[in-house]
């Protein structure tokens, strides 16, 4: 049974759609494929069933984008001015606040905001229909309904609790971490009691947790600091200090409790609110130590031990301009342990001469000869490399319509493990990737990828991926840059791992997370900035996958 990359978007804790072990099997699941090859058509609903904007039902196309993209193929974020004070304004007070494309409850959805976001909008009630308190305008375009998921309080507890927005600037937009002992998530801060009762083996957890040299107490302070103007002492100072910070944030002070945000303050008289497993991935937007303990605040406002997870930095490649970086032909370096290889007269043979960096950009000369049995590219230093760990990149040979048109398109070699960004005729980007695990085979039964002509379709800064698996249970919340194309599969940044240029997958297109944030950004539909996502049929970038 298929088991793609297991995308299921999260609002507040309930589940609301997803990919499943079979397409076509859940609600809202997109089925519909390329009608023929050169041909790219889109699904009319997104990955959780409702539908996406088309131009039949849209009240107007979203405005062409002006100036330069938020972050650009070199990696430079360019960011607008900060909407004016005076300028009237309305703020999500949801994990997903619908952006819709006319004031009524069943047009379609152009576009996500998130808890603490704050927009300009037009004053005027745009019409009340489906919306008590009436729907608003917003900028760039787009219309919210003023409720349970917005407000024009700018005061609201959840807006002035998550202030802190995902930053685009940098390649994971929030703290991540990985949890790698099990624990209780909190709604406010902890106290002795409260230890004793929810985590009774607690000594015994901060003692293994002191002397792990891989996830422990020494390891990854810089990633919980991302923020932070002032260095933090080392974990284990701290603790022996039992040092309190003062910019505990305002809302957990004197024993506050979070806004419920996430949905899971059933009653004033909890303080566990739920649990992490091994294998879960959570983002952090704040962390503070408490009585020498560092807790850190998730995106949806839950209060969670540091100390249970392994702080994660997230690779540091990233791919490389063409024309810039690199000029045709080249070679990726998608396996380690690439050796240069030189041809000794003497001998008649290739000797080994060095190694080449892994995901290294090569130029080549353009010839190649089989030694061996096995494919050999000459580089342009002299020497050579063998195509078992490095991928030949050429631009396409036949150039397809919507490149001919001037559109902008993405051409992902499987065989290779090579993704290259084109804008018309013109390729601009490459890069490694990691597709589905099982290679070639049939993505129905197996964890590939599916192999076809798509069009992204919805985007999200982040988005929650997870499995049910028997054996392969995880959860990956605010997996960063996600860009949906067809049924659960998507082009994605991955922090849980750095294998880049191998297939690694349950189905999906696994970027490094720098690579994923310069093409989140350089891809259609367009996130306007402040916002959580967009979604858009018919017009979005192509996604060409091919062995």
């Known amino acids: 049974m298929r088991r793609p990359c297991y995308a299921l978007l999260v609002l507040a804790a309930v589940s609301l759609g997803g ?123 787009g219309y919210v309904c003023v409720g349970p998921d917005a407000t024009l309080d700018l005061n609201h507890p959840i807006v002035k609790a998550a202030t802190r927005r995902p930053d685009i600037t940098q390649k994971l937009p929030y703290m991540y971490g990985i949890v790698t002992r099990g624990g209780p998530v909190y709604a406010r801060i902890p106290t002795a009691e409260d230890l004793k009762a929810h985590e009774p083996g607690l000594k015994k957890h901060i003692a293994k947790w002191e002397k792990d040299k891989e996830s422990g107490a020494t390891y990854g302070l810089d990633v919980w600091m991302k ?33 419920n945000l996430s949905g899971l303050l059933k009653s004033n008289d909890l303080v566990k609110i739920g649990q992490v497993d091994r294998r879960n991935g959570v983002a952090f937007v704040e962390t503070f130590l408490h009585e020498g303990r560092r807790y850190n605040l998730s995106t949806d406002l839950r209060v969670m031990p540091a100390d249970r997870f392994r702080p994660i930095r997230g690779s540091d490649f990233h791919g490389y301009e063409i024309g810039k970086d690199v000029d045709f032909p080249f070679a990726l370096v998608r396996r380690p342990g690439a050796k240069r290889w030189v041809w000794d007269e003497g001998k008649n043979k290739l000797v080994a001469n060095g190694e080449v960096p892994y995901r290294a950009a090569v130029n080549l000369t353009g010839k190649q000869k089989f030694v061996g049995g096995v494919l050999h590219y000459e580089m342009k230093d002299g020497g050579w490399i063998d195509d078992r760990h490095a991928g030949r990149v050429d631009p396409a040979k036949k150039m397809p319509a919507w490149g001919k048109n001037g559109e902008k398109w993405l051409d992902i070699n499987i065989t290779k493990q090579v993704l290259v960004a084109y804008e018309g005729t013109k390729a601009v980007f490459a890069t490694v990737v990691s597709s589905g695990e099982s290679g070639l085979e049939d993505p129905e039964t197996s964890k590939s990828t599916k192999r076809g002509i798509f069009r992204i379709h919805t985007k999200h800064v982040s988005v929650t991926m997870d499995s049910d698996a028997v054996g392969e249970e995880f959860e990956l919340r605010d997996v ?68």
């Open 227 to 259: 923020w932070k103007s002032s260095p933090s002492p080392p974990a284990l100072d701290a603790m022996e200090q039992k040092l309190t910070d003062e910019d505990i944030p305002f809302f957990l002070k004197d024993g506050g409790r979070v806004p």
């Open 19 to 141: 990919c499943r072990e079979k397409p076509g099997s859940a609600p809202g699941l997109l089925a519909d494929a390329p009608s023929e090859a050169g041909a790219a058509t889109t699904p009319k609903t997104d990955t959780d069933g409702t539908p996406s904007a088309d131009a039949a039902d849209a009240e107007a196309p979203p405005p062409e984008p002006s100036g330069p993209l938020l972050v650009d193929l070199a990696g430079i974020a360019h960011l607008p001015p900060p909407i004016p004070e005076s300028a009237p304004r309305l703020a999500s007070i949801a994990m997903r606040t619908d952006v819709v494309a006319k004031p009524d409850p069943k047009a379609a959805r152009v576009g996500f905001l998130r808890a603490g976001a704050i927009v300009e909008m037009d004053p005027e009630v745009a019409g009340t229909a489906g919306c008590k308190d009436g729907w608003r305008k917003i900028k760039p375009y």
């Open 480 to 547: 960063p840059y996600v860009q949906y194309f067809q049924d659960g599969y998507a082009l994605h940044g991955a922090y849980w791992h750095d294998r880049f240029g191998q297939p690694k997958s349950h189905g999906c297109v696994n970027l490094a997370p720098e690579d994923a944030r310069r093409l989140f950004h350089w891809t259609e539909p367009q996130v306007p900035h402040g916002w959580h996502g967009a979604a858009r049929s018919l017009t979005g970038t192509v996604v060409f996958i091919h062995p």
